[in-house]
């Protein structure tokens, strides 16, 4: 499905919280190209209101809800938005088997919504009462050692999942809940997400919120960064419109928190960290 | 008073850095590099292999004039 929607005009991959992009798309009408990991997903957006979710890694497909829910168990997402004209939009629509008149139904976005509290892919158990720092080096170690429990933990939760095997398209068609716009709130059971672990990076990020912001065993709400407001990261995307600027980013010594602009910048970071260590240290020699 | 062992050992560590990071955009050559500081200034340039030339000046220096002096001397500074 993916391979056959417009490819729009990209503005440039960014990596924030997937509430992020519902607070500021308001006036932006295209797709949202989602990657994490091996998988790759989109959001079809139209002046701010999530018109269809959809995830795809290797055979398995998430649609409409259970989708949202995947996008929103991972505290940063990795995205791409391109804006589409309204044939392309309307193009899209049509491939995603969307009808107009849904459109008018829509709420303004998922943000307001109460949903059901989700089922992690995966259970980070991270001490609460434990500093931050520690919960990364912690969490390094429960990363090997949880592997084998993981099935006993799933067991436990709510069935099933709302995996669909694209060679089973009669299937598709009973499950009502399946429709592609359905952003409103459904009852029925939190899916449980087979998908690949969270690499070890993405885990040790983890612990870079406020464990009260963020309950790692009931992530319904997607945790907001500690860092950054909605103010800093308009400002940060009017210096990336200036003249000439390809990329920017703004880190920690610990990760990049927000990237705007198509670079790899890991190589790139690790550099800058390592040169803003040396210039404090000439700092207080010219003094 | 300035540690110049200490500053000539960071200052290498500095131009190391950013030489990997010219390498990261094509191996483009290295032309000057510019920290600023509260109350100074320090400009690095290459001048030859493993040569460098180190500007400290205070916040109120006109920068564009040392970097314009800096650029336009490289050669005979080299010779």
């Known amino acids: 499905m993916i391979e056959q929607l417009p490819e729009g005009n990209s503005i440039g991959w960014m990596q924030a919280p997937p509430q992020w992009i519902f607070t500021h798309t308001v006036r932006f009408v295209g797709i949202v190209r989602i990657v994490i990991q091996d998988g790759e997903g989109f959001i079809l957006i139209k002046r701010g209101k999530p018109v269809y979710y959809y995830f795809k890694h290797g055979r398995i497909e998430l649609k409409g809800n259970s989708a949202l829910d995947y996008f929103n168990s991972h505290p940063i997402i990795e995205f791409n938005l391109c804006k589409y004209t309204p044939e392309e939009f309307a193009l899209a629509m049509k491939i995603c088997h969307i009808e107009e008149d849904a459109l008018h139904e829509l709420p303004e976005s998922p943000k307001n919504i109460a949903r059901e509290p989700v089922t992690p892919s995966r259970v980070i158990p991270v001490p609460r009462t434990e500093p931050i720092a520690e919960q990364a080096a912690d969490q390094e170690q429960t990363v090997e050692q949880e592997q084998p429990s993981e099935a006993t933990e799933l067991a436990g939760r709510p069935q099933p999942a709302e995996w669909e095997e694209p060679a089973q398209p009669a299937e598709q068609e009973q499950l009502p809940e399946e429709e592609p716009v359905e952003p409103a709130v459904q009852e029925r059971p939190a899916p449980v997400l087979e998908l690949p672990p969270l690499p070890v990076e993405r885990q040790i990020h983890r612990s870079l919120f406020r464990t009260a912001e963020y309950p790692v065993d009931i992530p319904a709400t997607v945790p907001q960064p500690i860092l950054l407001e909605e103010s800093d990261i308009k400002l940060i995307g009017q210096i990336k419109k200036l003249n000439g600027v390809v990329a920017i980013s703004v880190f920690n010594n610990e990760r990049n928190i927000l990237l705007m602009g198509d670079v790899d910048i890991e190589p790139l970071l690790k550099i800058a960290r390592s040169m803003l260590a040396t210039t404090r240290k000439i700092s207080p020699l010219v003094e | ?79």
Do not use: C, R, W
């Open chain 2, 1 to 79: 008073m300035i540690d110049k062992n200490n500053l000539n050992s960071i200052i290498s560590t500095l131009m190391v850095e950013s030489k990997a990071t010219a390498a990261h955009f094509g191996s483009a050559p290295l032309s000057m590099v510019f920290v600023e500081y509260s109350d100074n200034f320090i400009i690095l340039g290459p001048i030859a292999e493993e040569f460098y030339l180190v500007i400290i000046a205070k916040n109120t220096a006109n920068i564009g004039q040392i970097t314009y002096e800096m650029k336009k001397n490289q050669q005979e500074i080299v010779s």
